[in-house]
């Protein structure tokens, strides 16, 4: 009997939650395959078998929490999964009329069950509306209501000086609360988010940036970029080559505060937030110097990309000297980024609109861009912050002085 512990998922981290179960007991496995998904605070991973044979017995089930090197599963190896078939042919038979019942009744809802149950009525009598047949409690209300509604007119019929009854309200759909608890990764963003709230003086300053130039030497270039690196060409690559640049400028933003110290990194690895369906994360470009625009933009499709289907390490998820954010492709405008501890700074985008700007005495349309750096006052001063943004406008206005270095 082999065991299947809970492996090392990066450092500092001790628990993980165990998600999906990818393999259920009696089934078979293979070396190397996937038995079970654990969620950490930073990343989803997959664990794979040790051995070859079936699995004889699950100890946690998905949702509860596991230490790391936790027996959570046993597998017997060399066993084959039973066949199952002759089973199911054997009881196929003594279940085909209830089953034929259900089809035709379809699934009673408990709380349809217990105004069934209320009312002493035939639940074979009442037409579910629900999905698969199923029948709600609106379904049940409606044959309460039309039985009412019958026996009143027959009641009119027999005996005509009866007063009408008094009009019952139309019976609103059930309202419905549903608790679910937070993914190991929503739990530690909201803990991240209010630390960064209470241990940082954050503070936010603005600019803008007119976008023409670097979208028309994006749309001069694009298709040649894209047929010969195969990726394509958007603007996340312009402004982390504009970040890197502005760090340099201002190095207090690419350092951090390590007890009554300053540490500054003469290296910049810039985290790029990237949504999921489980939250958002920032994997972390590493060295972001040093790569071409080629080399950013694959690197960050590729995020994009392990992002969706819970793919990147607990390794890309951590560190990060400074941090973009993309929040114009959900359509915001303008927004105050949150700093991501123990970093000093955040650099947030928005969406591109045009609007009529003044230019040289002239009122001319252009597509502009709003964006915002959160900072920690305790480390940068307001005119390294406005000097920051002023950089990275300078160098996407004129994307030509990034590839020079002016």
Do not use: C
């Not at 990066?10 to 998904?37: M, R, Y």
């Amino acid at each position: 009997m082999a065991d299947l512990t809970v492996p090392s998922a990066g450092e500092s981290i001790n628990e993980v939650f165990i998600g999906t179960w990818l393999k259920k007991e009696g089934e078979s496995v293979a070396v190397d395959e996937p038995v079970v998904e654990v969620e950490t605070d930073k990343a989803t991973l997959e664990i794979p078998s040790p051995v070859a044979g079936v699995v004889k017995k699950i100890m946690k089930a998905a949702g509860e929490s596991a230490a790391i090197g936790e027996v959570i599963a046993q597998i017997e190896e060399g066993a084959e999964a039973a066949k199952s078939e002759p089973e199911a042919e054997a009881k196929e038979a003594p279940k085909a009329e209830p089953q034929a019942q259900a089809e035709t009744e379809g699934p009673i809802m408990p709380a349809a069950q217990r105004l069934i149950d209320e009312h002493k009525l035939e639940a074979s009598k009442i037409q579910g509306t629900g999905p698969g047949g199923r029948v709600l409690k609106e379904d049940v209300q409606s044959y309460l209501d039309k039985g009412s509604k019958s026996e009143t007119t027959e009641s009119k019929s027999e005996t005509k000086e009866a007063k009408a009854p008094a009009q019952t309200p139309e019976p609103v759909g059930e309202r419905q609360e549903e608790t679910v608890p937070m993914s190991p990764l929503r739990r530690t963003i909201a803990r991240r988010l209010v630390e960064a709230q209470q241990t940082a003086a954050l503070l936010t300053t603005f600019n803008e940036i007119d976008m023409s130039a670097v979208m028309e030497l994006r749309n001069d270039y694009k298709d040649a970029f894209e047929k010969r690196y195969g990726i394509r060409l958007g603007f996340m690559s312009f402004f982390v080559k504009a970040a890197v640049d502005a760090l340099k400028l201002v190095p207090e933003i690419n350092a951090e505060i390590r007890e009554n110290s300053i540490v500054y990194k003469n290296y910049y690895d810039i985290a790029v937030a990237v949504s999921t369906p489980k939250g958002l994360v920032t994997p972390v470009i590493r060295n972001a110097e040093r790569l071409s625009f080629a080399e950013l933009e694959s690197t960050i499709a590729d995020f994009g990309k392990r992002a969706q289907a819970s793919k990147l390490t607990p390794d890309e998820l951590t560190g990060g000297t400074f941090t973009i954010s993309n929040g114009g492709v959900f359509g915001s405008l303008m927004s105050t980024p949150i700093v991501n501890p123990p970093q000093s700074g955040v650099l947030g985008m928005h969406s591109i609109q045009e609007r009529p700007v003044a230019l040289n005495g002239q009122v001319v349309i252009r597509p502009m861009m709003y964006v915002a750096l959160s900072y920690d006052h305790r480390i940068v001063d307001g005119r390294g912050a406005v000097t920051f943004l002023k950089r990275i406008k300078d160098a996407v206005e004129s994307p030509a002085r990034m590839l020079i270095e002016i």
